[in-house]
């Protein structure tokens, strides 16, 4: 999609007021932990699948929870704005400079800090990969509750100040049922450490929750206490083709009473046509044809339990019941990884022009919001390709759209366009990817007035001078 | 315990002001909606199993969210502050009038607004019963998550601003799990209305979580969208013997792998014996002598699951393990409600100036708290009688402890005793029964200088007046 130059737009801020910065910074914290402007990587001011943004005025990569309060301490003695960053794998582009912020850069302060295993818990750093956590989870005979495609590359702390997703939701929740306590720091330094080590703690405001979504723009996160749940056995893996989105319903309403299901995804006929045309070495278990594709996979802590056999015998019954067409049970770890691919479905993305939409509805009004989205879109753009997929059972999908030409203010409207029938249908603009800066301008369409001025109530808060995250989500 | 004569204690208000404050409420709202204060029963100025407290100012039992906020915008224009009210079985005095505020009863604004069975979704009006949420939940085909002793009698609004917890939180989480969609009025009458419908919404603050558990100090709340989960086969329920505390977590370990399993509940020994002798018309399965007992129930939601089978197995492994000690299995619903009414423990109620705590500790830290927070009381008051069970698998236990002569400063000594057990070894001294009046003095023990000081900035934000529910929790 088309980038702003936002270096050029915002200008560079002078060097003497810049010089100034970084000798308050390094004088606080020392030459260790600030990285000048004109030394830091592209990589620091370069959100996931863009050209390089803003240059920040500084690189701040804190060792320390005291580095972290030491700098936000200073940041408000001189009204100087700070954008957090975890692993910039976001998709809203809220971890990248607009102008004249510094970046604090969480990944120095990164690892696991104790595993619980009476208690089934994890306490981490804020700058821990999401991956390391898992395998960690794993290492100690648990899992973890959330996965998500850039489990390598995103911390986790970025996963819970963005509250991710994923395809585990509908058996474990999303990444805020997974915090039990966390620590964040306020903009004015003060060090909040609720963590708390135990399901239930009524103890006052439950604090941790506005840090959890609120993509850094009340407080950065620092440590936090994670919730591990029971060893899962390797799972076992389905495709299925379904008749219409109907059927995906009913097949939801037998599946999510089976304890083993731990993601149920779905596939609309155009993205699962064109990703099984389009996906490198991968081939589709069935042609294409109308129907929709269903990826569910079972998994079970049951010592004993045998989720294969769980699936098969529920697929039976369903095809007995007419309600699914067809369905291929993968039979080695190559075969689930390839149903995976194509639901992934990166092989959109050589679309032109993409835009990628993340939005939710409740799972019964998904197929009418898809049919009207679509129309809305042909109406305007009769060739615009439009692919719906998603995670359906958590009232989540994806769209990616492509115009074979677009400007800025073609992306507007086709912006508009699709958050206008979302916004008709009383659903969600962002399920599980956030607002950031490139949702900002539409959080009216799910959000009312009276929300909206209570965030900026909390805001004014907690952050008083706007220091954190400026431009971000409000 | 003892109770103030709160109503002495503050005084009753002058005749003159409150014939001015009955006049405006009356204008605003109706005679219908508005009760006098000399007009008011008893019931609504009683703490569940306390002596009548402060008889409020007035009684407001809106009709709708329009009255509500009707009310509290004229209250904040008066200056009048308010005590929220549900079912009145809360345990920490969060819901009675302390001395000059109206108290405003949602008993009225009540009822099923609508089932989404492709979501599995219900959305409920504050003053409707538990029970009646959970009995709308089992004829559309599905299980609400939360269960606890008082159903009949709470209202989910309550439920939901004490985040109350109960016996299913290992399976289900505790009420802030439930809850997808809220709607609650500010103190100046803003109704904040963010009634989502789906698991998956990241538009902006979730400032749902901020009424959830927060007691009715932040807002009122008047609705809700809750999540349903797929219908559990009736259950089934076992009480096992086991040597000692590290044998209970052992038992745990394996258990909470088992996905049927939906409560995890023990007994020290003493409880057991306790209620084993004193609970009428049931009979203890087996004698108590010195072990622990555990009561695990087990139930399922998968088509052709057999929760019994799955026990029974599962309890024999662990008799062949040496891990459990002796095991009954209940053969009727009757013998399953009696294991049920020795965990639920009522007959410990007529221990003399019983004082109840409901503290929570990571699971395997829970019996070195007993035997420490034992030894302190005994220390103290060598005939203490101190019994200890609760669900353990979420780190919940509640402690009965009861003196033969008991004032107001050997109950403050008491509870002083047993917060600072709890706060040397970092636990929470609320676990689900919220701060309300009663914890107010201790919540230092659980929660920082910085975390008090972050709740005072919000209560700041959104009650600037602090006329919502005032002198509860902060």
Request: glycine letters at 16%; aromatic letters at 0%; zero cysteines.
């Given at each position: 999609m088309p980038i702003h130059d936002m270096a050029t737009a915002c200008g560079e801020p002078g060097h003497a007021a810049t010089d100034a910065l970084d000798a308050a910074l390094i004088a606080e914290l020392g030459a260790d932990i600030v990285t000048r402007s004109a030394d830091i990587e592209p990589h620091y001011f370069t959100a996931y699948n863009e050209a390089p943004g803003a240059r920040p005025r500084a690189l701040v990569r804190p060792r320390s929870v005291d580095d972290v309060s030491r700098t936000l301490a200073l940041c408000t003695k001189l009204q100087q704005p700070v954008v957090p960053q975890g692993g910039?794998?976001?998709?809203?582009?809220?971890?990248?400079?607009?102008?004249g912020e510094i970046v604090l850069s969480m990944e120095r302060f990164a690892g696991i800090e104790s595993i619980d295993a009476a208690a089934g818990t994890i306490t981490v750093r804020a700058g821990t990969p999401l991956q390391v956590v898992q395998e960690a989870a794993e290492a100690a005979g648990f899992t973890f509750g959330v996965d998500l495609g850039a489990r390598g590359s995103c911390q986790v702390g970025g996963a819970i100040a963005t509250n991710a997703g994923g395809t585990r939701a509908i058996r474990y929740g999303v990444m805020r049922e997974q915090v039990l306590g966390l620590e964040a720091v306020l903009a004015d330094g003060t060090v909040v450490s609720s963590m708390s080590r135990v399901l239930k703690n009524n103890t006052g405001y439950d604090l941790k929750q506005l840090f959890i979504g609120s993509e850094g723009t009340l407080g950065i996160i620092t440590r936090a206490v994670l919730r591990l749940r029971p060893k899962l056995a390797p799972p076992a893996t389905a495709m299925c083709r379904v008749a219409d989105y109907d059927a995906v319903v009913r097949l939801w309403d037998r599946m999510?009473?089976?304890?083993?299901?731990v993601s149920f995804e779905a596939m609309w006929p155009s993205f699962y046509q064109y990703v099984g045309r389009h996906t490198p070495d991968v081939t589709a278990p069935f042609a294409g044809e109308d129907g929709f594709a269903v990826l569910i996979e079972c998994a079970t802590s049951a010592p004993g339990g045998d989720a294969a056999q769980t699936l098969e015998t529920c697929l039976a019954d369903c095809f007995e019941a007419g309600l699914v067409d067809d369905a291929a049970l993968a039979t080695s770890e190559r075969q689930a990884r390839d149903m995976w691919l194509l639901r992934e479905g990166l092989a959109i993305d050589a679309l032109p022009n993409l835009i990628n939409f993340d939005v939710s509805l409740p799972t019964g009004e998904l197929g009418e919001f898809a049919q009207r989205c679509e129309a809305a879109l042909r109406a305007r753009w009769p060739d615009v390709v439009c692919l719906f997929f998603g995670h359906v059972g958590d009232g989540n999908i994806h769209i990616g759209a492509s115009l074979a030409e677009l400007d800025e203010a073609l992306a507007e409207e086709l912006d508009r366009t699709v958050y206008g029938v979302v916004q008709e249908m009383d659903g969600s603009i962002s399920a599980e990817h956030g607002i950031g800066v490139l949702k900002r301008p539409y959080l009216g369409c799910t959000r009312s007035d009276a929300e909206i001025g209570m965030m900026r109530r909390l805001k004014a808060a907690l952050d008083p001078q706007q220091l954190l995250n400026p431009g971000k989500v409000l």
């Open positions: 910039l794998t976001g998709l809203a582009r809220g971890a990248v400079a607009l102008g999510r009473a089976v304890p083993e299901v």
